[in-house]
């Protein structure tokens, strides 16, 4: 079997958000990954990126995904993405955000997962009057 290359890794890493975040972080993520977005503290480390993910889904209930997948460029380990994450749970509240996300992988695992954005896209009542 041949090894998949970063693209596909990603690739296949978001794709699996449909079905869930925490299969697909489980699957994709290295133990030694670190999990970057805008606005918030690095996460390093399996057990603390998925512990991050938990608290993510409890406080938002919306625990899958599908990207719309605008741009992606790919050179080595490295994989760069422009996209809209549709996000959504078992009730009707659907979300959407724009994101340019870069990340690493090697040895068929993601090693850093770093995403930016407008993290207002997620509190747009705060900030109507902004």
């Known amino acids: ?5 970063a693209r596909q890794v990603v690739e296949a890493f978001f794709s699996d958000w449909e ?13 030694d990954a670190v999990w970057q977005n805008t606005g918030m503290p690095d996460v ?3 057990p603390a ?10 406080i938002t209930n919306m625990p899958y995904g599908r990207v719309e997948m605008i ?6 380990d490295t994989v760069l993405t422009e996209r809209i994450d549709h996000l959504w749970g078992e009730g009707p509240e659907r979300h959407s955000v724009k994101i ?14 770093s995403d930016y954005l407008d993290i207002r896209a997620f509190e747009p009542e705060k900030f109507e009057d902004a």
């Open 1 to 5: 079997m041949s090894q998949l290359t």
């Open 19 to 31: 079905t869930g975040f925490v299969g697909s972080f489980e699957k994709w993520i290295a133990e």
């Open 44 to 46: 390093a480390g399996k």
């Open 49 to 58: 990126i998925m512990e991050h993910l938990r608290k993510y889904n409890d």
């Open 71 to 76: 741009n992606i460029m790919s050179e080595g």
């Open 100 to 113: 340019m996300g870069a990340l690493q992988a090697r040895d068929g695992k993601i090693v850093r997962y």
